[in-house]
């Protein structure tokens, strides 16, 4: 059974900085993409970032491109999402994502085959 747990979330002032990792485990992931996506009351999970198997290529949602870097650990099986310059509007539950397909990029909901139970980023201006 797939099992993906994140970690690092908390509060922060603007300008601060976070790092989120989410471990997963259950399944040999080392082959799979991983991905972060985050919500925020009353709008849909929205894409943030994700990383190929090989750590080799990164995607990122244009609102956090030079802020956000993503990167996964030796294991593989270990993947951050390391926040710089955190911004009021980067509050939200920030959830770690695993393909349906083991090298697609999540970039939409529908993509994602299994969640982590979510992990709240608060950022106070």
């Known amino acids: 059974q797939v099992q993906l747990v994140e970690s690092g979330g908390g509060s922060v002032q603007a300008g601060g900085s976070l790092r989120l990792s989410c471990a997963a485990s259950?399944?040999?992931?080392?082959?799979?993409?991983m991905g972060w996506f985050r919500q925020t009351p009353g709008k849909e999970r929205e894409f943030v970032a994700a990383?190929?198997?090989?750590?080799?290529?990164?995607y990122y949602t244009d609102s956090v491109k030079g802020r956000f870097t993503i990167s996964r650990g030796n294991s593989k099986n270990t993947v951050y999402l390391q926040m710089n310059s955190l911004r009021s509007e980067d509050t939200a539950v920030y959830y770690c994502?695993?393909?349906?397909?083991?090298?697609?990029?999540?970039?939409?909901?529908?993509?994602?085959?299994?969640w982590g139970p979510g992990t709240q980023v608060t950022v106070s201006s």
């Open positions: 990383i190929s198997w090989s750590g080799t290529n990164t």
């Open positions: 994502a695993l393909p349906r397909a083991t090298t697609a990029i999540p970039r939409s909901p529908s993509a994602v085959g299994s």
């Open positions: 259950g399944r040999a992931f080392s082959i799979y993409t």
